[in-house]
Structure formats: C-alpha cells, structure tokens
C-alpha cells in the first residue's frame, strides 16, 4: 500500500515537473519576419553597418573607416539587403517586447545577477541569458533582461552558474539598478517572473 501511494504521488510529482512549458530566450523577440530569417553571416554584416552608423552620429568617419563602411553597404546591396530597412526591423527586434505574454507554470534557463538580498540571500535578481551580462558592459535588451521576484530567497552561488527559474512570466517594463563596485547602473527590464523556484541548471 505505501508502495503504491509512493508510485502515485512520485507519478503525479514528475507529471507537474514535465508540465512547466520551457520558454527560451529567442521567444521573447517580437517577430521580425524578414530580419529573423536572415543568415548569421548576414546578421553579422547588418550589425558592423550599425556600429559605424552610430559611430557617424558622434564623429566623422576617418578614411579607413569610411572604405570598411562603404565596403560593407555595397556587400549588403550586392546580396539584396535593404540595409535601412533590415536596421530598422533589427533596432526594434532589440528594444521591443512579445506584447501581452503571460505564461504560467514556465521555466527557463538563463543568470542570475542579484538586486536586492538579505544577506547572503537574494529575493529579487535580473535573469539574462549570457553570464556576467550587466555587469560594467552595455546591459542587454530590454526583451532579453527578466526581473525575477523570489520572496522565498535564493543563495546565489555565482553569477556564472545557470540556473532554472520556474514561475509565472509576464511582460512588464521595469526600471530598476544593480549596485557595482564603481557604482549603480540603470537597468530596464521588459518582463517579470513571479518565481516558484530556482534552482542550478542540470
């Protein structure tokens, strides 16, 4: 009989686990048709396009810099890329939101970087997608920076450990900032998970 109850409730446990829907970082990309179905290669391209296009904004172009920038447009053409167009669709792929997600019961794997603790414990922390993101380099987009909010607490063992988050996910801009050594540094998030549990990635 306590084998049987045990079989039950070990069932029911991996029933629940195997019921978390496993969201992903590209997921919370508005789609972008015809930027997202670009090569890597090309993606690559457009995005040394944009370095030197916001490098115009603030200075001229020396003339090396110039030949490496006409070079690369010309390449861009010569494969039919619109190149201002194709800037536009990536800009906005980097800045926007999935408008109105709300998911629940999800996980997803991803770092922590912790806001606020309690101690050695952290109840609030950014969850981004690389290790080490935020931290004295340009914070990520706002579609790929995550507020997670975990009352219960969480040892945060290093920023360079993965971890699952599972939770309810939801869209939402949030600004907040994550105290550095040399100072705070404003960070805006484009979604919040309510967590139910973090735990290290397996």
Known sequence: ?????????????????????????????????????????????LSEIY?????????????????????????????????????????QQT?????????KDMKMAGFLVPIEMEGLIGTQFLLVPTAGACIH????????????KFPEGHELQSLYTPVWVTGDIKSSSVKTSVALSDGDQAIQTGYVINASGIELYQ
Do not use: C, H
């Open 137 to 148: 380099t340009p914070p990520p987009p706002i579609n790929q920076t995550i507020l997670v």
């Open 95 to 103: 800045s926007d939101v999935v408008p109105e997600l709300n998911i």
């Open 51 to 91: 370095a030197y296009e916001v490098v115009k904004k603030t200075r001229q172009l020396s003339p090396m810099e110039n030949d490496g920038y006409t070079q690369r447009v010309t390449l861009a053409k010569k494969f039919g890329l619109d190149v201002q167009e194709m800037l536009e669709q990536r800009t």
């Open 1 to 45: 009989m306590k084998y049987a109850i045990s079989l039950i409730v070990s069932t029911l446990f991996s029933l629940y686990v195997q019921a978390s829907e496993t969201i992903t970082w590209p997921s919370l990309r508005p789609l972008q048709s015809q930027y997202q179905n670009l090569s890597p290669s090309n993606k690559a391209l």
